[in-house]
């Protein structure tokens, strides 16, 4: 089948290039200069249609594809120049062909300048703005939709932009932000005929003061512009839905939204409830939407107050045995005066999900192989707010005011069936965790004059969570370790846990402007951190007493802490300076950071201290070979720093074979990251590459120290020697290039990582190697059905310990979107899954088909269709993973088949 898709592809191409030649040419000015980033567009003629567009290159030069057989008008232009035009006529029998253009430069710069075609895509400096309806194919139903059909832009996997290989950090409506910190809402939400223009802002900084001062180079926002029908308006959608799912039960599916945009005041209502498995907001969503909060911390640090979560079950590629979504979401904004703005949003997700899966398990250390069956209830309800304002009376100040309240509640009841050897346990497990954090951040900008630029952050978070744990199973859990009253018919344990976090950042940066090229950057600030960490076991006994186990307990001549009572403070003071530099295409920034680290904790009756001074480096060279062409080379030293979570001497339950206990006298790690990133965007070709290779090398780094008896893990850390450093090696590759109407698209991710634990007494060394490979091909044809066809190959190799394990996924896909009887249209989608292993084990093939059919007579607001998931009705899917103690294999069941009746009203 690989091959057979290949040569398809090759096929595909041949045929399309066959039919058309290539007209290039070079764009001047009257005194013979080439000038770059001009537009060339070629327009049939007599009807006017776009056929192609070109963007010239630093040589001026320009490509266009033409059909054969058809004549054509190219039009030149260039910002301050008069428009030149040509007639060209394409006969059947033409080769390649050359036309150049002279341009005269234009007293009208802007003003009185008529447009006659609207240019497909056009860059202004770090600006890039596309037309959409240049490159919509007519079947775009979001955001999304539109996005992947512009050259250089990918939705990836979860759902958000990437451009230029980087994820979008800002999407705004209008210039107003469309839910701080996320791009999957956008793309999933945003109306596609409501796009008119899509924006891409490359090196952005939301604060004009400091563009320019820094590196933004990794800073990608997209700003949309709406057609005109929808500004001052009400717009939107009402979708509505039911069916039965292939075991005749009911389901539904409403999700109505509404949107208003005015150059005062904008509103974004966003609503989903349905138990067909969209998720629109998932808990891992929640913990990573940042709301715009940024990281400011001094160059070199890395501490995260982590949560401390349960570890929750994790849905696959939001596939499931059963899901049922509620979302509610509101965006605002108002521009309250001319120097004033507010903003905000509010987000209520409440998702419960049923998770059944089961794997096969091998224990490194003991060679043990567990075999689990997993049925899992779990609930997710989650709500966050926030409120935003920006305070700028003039252009030389600024301040930020940002407050972001986020509360949850996670509840999980698992039972699980663990087989190993003759031994059966039957186990019940219930999580539950309420956390809640506050976090608010006050930034202020302030110009003195063109040289001397302050910028103050100050940001505050508090957080508490209180995470209980309870496991019911028939054998004796940790008998070496916890001091449980025996014999009992089944052993009923709970361990409470609270923890409650403090968290304060400041910082000052001060630029010295020397002059165009350079400038220095001073900066101070700390980080003041303080935790407390309680917990605590207990046993219910059969009679219904509880037991509540000590403190601390005397085993095999070691004092065994079980209870937690700790007092936690992390203090960096640090001061860094910086020079950057601008000579010729190079730009060069070296720079170092001096820190004073301050830890302690108390607990178990004693204090334990630290002071550190580390002096931490980092380097930036950015080398641009074009304008949309570039080298780049990032070199930074790390010292990383832990939580208290894992500080915390007393035993805590990870789950019912699994037992983990800090280390007070831990200490920090360092590392050292290489990573050297190519882009090139050439719209002269049509090509976008992208590419980047990693290196990290950890030294000291905080490990793993356990025990394993079968499959029972007790595990503490530790600081393991330098003589056995983490290394981590990463490249990844993108390419992307337009054939007229095609799209090929690979991508190429290879991971390869080594590190170090102690399990049993003995340093295992454990490695892992991952390839991923993807090959794609998609049309963008406007009267002609639309396609996508790939393949993708994944290759996981790991190494426990001397225990290898390969495995091995191919998975071809493909997607059709047909256009018939005017006012029908169909989307289906396929991919295949074959999932083997090198030791010819394993061997599982299954396919997920999609499909939908929409009626929408001409401009009518209704739109019916049917739509089908899982139409194969298959019941499950495989995966693979390891860490330092074990290989797991997991069968994972997802839902069956589901046919929808589907009504959407557009408003």
């Known amino acids: 089948m690989k091959n057979q898709l290949i040569i398809l592809l090759l096929l595909v191409g041949t045929s399309i290039t066959a039919q058309s030649i290539k007209v290039r040419g070079v764009i001047k000015d009257s005194i013979g200069n080439p000038l770059e980033l001009a537009n060339v567009i070629a327009t049939k003629a007599p009807s006017g249609d776009i056929e192609s567009y070109a963007i010239t290159n630093s040589d001026g030069m320009y490509q266009l594809d033409l059909g054969k057989g058809d004549s054509y008008f190219l039009t030149a232009s260039f910002l301050g120049y008069e428009n030149a035009e040509i007639s060209l006529t394409v006969p059947e029998d033409a080769e390649n062909m050359t036309r150049d253009f002279v341009l005269k430069q234009s007293a009208a710069q802007l003003e009185g300048v008529e447009i006659v075609y609207e240019m497909p895509v056009t860059v202004k400096g770090d600006t890039i703005v596309y037309n959409a309806d240049s490159f919509n194919r007519g079947d775009e139903k979001k955001l999304g939709d539109v996005m992947k059909n512009l050259p250089g832009v990918e939705i990836n996997d979860d759902g958000e932009i990437e451009v230029e290989g980087k994820t979008v950090q800002k999407v705004m409506v209008e210039g107003k932000d469309f839910f701080d910190g996320d791009s999957k809402l956008a793309t999933k939400n945003i109306p596609a005929d409501a796009v008119d223009k899509v924006e891409v802002l490359r090196n952005y900084n939301e604060v004009d003061q400091m563009r320019g001062l820094g590196n933004d180079q990794d800073n990608v926002a997209i700003n949309i512009k709406l057609k005109e029908g929808k500004k001052k308006f009400w717009f939107g959608e009402v979708t509505a839905g039911g069916g039965l799912d292939d075991e005749s039960e009911a389901r539904y599916l409403v999700h109505p939204k509404l949107f208003y945009y005015s150059p005062d005041y904008s509103i974004n209502i966003i609503t989903d409830f349905n138990d067909i498995g969209e998720v629109p907001f998932t808990w891992r969503d929640y913990f990573n939407f940042t709301g715009g909060f940024r990281n400011f911390r001094g160059g070199g640090t890395s501490f995260n107050v982590s949560d401390s979560g349960l570890g929750f079950a994790l849905t696959q590629n939001n596939r499931a045995n059963a899901i049922e979504s509620n979302f509610m979401a509101g965006n605002f904004s108002w521009r309250a005066t001319e120097k004033w703005d507010v903003s905000g949003f509010a987000i209520l997700s409440d998702n419960k999900t049923n998770i059944v899966t089961n794997a096969i398990r091998q224990y490194i250390s003991t060679g043990t192989v567990e075999n689990t069956s997993n049925d899992i209830d779990q609930r997710n309800q989650l709500g966050m707010l926030k409120l935003s304002s920006v305070y700028k009376p003039n252009s030389n100040f600024q301040l930020d005011y ?146 509540d186990l000590p403190q601390t307990q005397e085993m095999e001549g070691e004092t065994q802490p079980l209870g937690n009572d700790v007092n936690f403070n992390f203090r960096d003071l640090y001061m860094g300076l910086h020079y950057k530099v601008k000579t010729g295409k190079f730009t060069f920034t070296p720079g170092a950071t001096l820190h004073n680290y301050n830890i302690s904790n108390e607990q178990l009756g004693a204090k334990t201290t630290q002071n550190d001074w580390r002096l931490l480096p980092d380097f930036n060279a950015i080398f641009d070979i074009k304008k949309s062409e570039s080298l780049r080379f990032n070199y930074a030293m790390a010292a990383e720093y832990t939580d208290v979570n894992n500080f915390a001497e007393a035993y805590i339950f990870n789950n019912y074979n699994s037992l983990f206990r800090g280390n007070r006298d831990l200490e920090n790690s360092l590392s050292h990251t290489y990573r050297l990133t190519y882009f090139s965007f050439n719209m002269f070709n049509y090509t976008n590459v992208n590419a980047n290779v990693t290196y990290t090398k950890r030294i000291e780094g905080i490990k793993s120290n356990g025990r394993i008896d079968r499959i029972n893990q007790a595990t503490s850390v530790t600081n393991i020697d330098s003589n056995f450093p983490d290394e981590t090696f990463s490249a990844f590759a993108r390419l992307s290039k337009r054939i007229k109407r095609l799209q090929f698209n690979g991508n190429v991710n290879v991971n390869y990582s080594t590190s170090y634990n102690i399990f049993n007494d003995l340093v295992q060394k454990s490695e892992s190697f991952t390839q991923n490979y993807r090959g794609s091909v998609r049309s963008t044809f406007r009267e002609w059905p639309n396609f996508e066809i790939g393949y993708g190959y994944t290759v996981n190799n790991y190494d426990n310990g001397g225990l290898e394990q390969t495995f091995f996924t191919h998975r071809p896909f493909a997607n059709v979107d047909i256009s018939f009887l005017k006012h029908f249209y169909l989307n289906a989608e396929w991919d295949f899954y074959n999932y083997t292993d090198k030791a010819d084990t394993i061997e599982n093939e299954y396919s997920f088909v999609n499909a939908k059919l929409y009626f929408q007579k001409g401009e009518s607001p209704w739109e019916l269709s049917v739509q089908a998931t899982n139409i194969l009705n298959t019941e499950f899917t495989n995966s693979d993973s390891f860490n330092d103690q074990f290989n797991t294999t997991n069968q994972y069941f997802v839902l069956p088949r589901i046919v929808m009746l589907v009504v959407k009203y557009d408003l």
């Open 402 to 547: 940002d407050a972001l309240i986020k509360v949850s509640k996670q509840t999980e009841e698992a039972n699980t069936l663990s087989q190993f050897g003759n031994a059966v346990n039957d186990i019940d497990e219930e999580m539950e965790n309420k956390p809640a954090s506050i976090s608010q951040n006050v930034n202020a900008y302030l110009t003195l004059d063109d040289d001397n630029i302050f910028a103050g952050y100050a940001q505050h978070m508090w957080q508490d969570e209180d995470p209980f744990y309870n496991v019911i199973q028939d054998s004796i859990p940790f008998r070496n370790i916890l001091p449980l009253d025996i014999p009992q018919d089944r052993y009923n344990l709970n361990q409470e846990r609270t923890i409650n976090t403090h968290q304060l950042d400041t910082r000052i940066d001060y630029y010295r402007v020397l002059n165009n090229t350079s400038n220095i950057n001073v900066s101070m600030g700390s980080t003041l951190s303080n935790q407390k960490f309680n917990s605590g076991i207990f046993q219910l006994l059969d009679n219904g007493n509880r037991l």
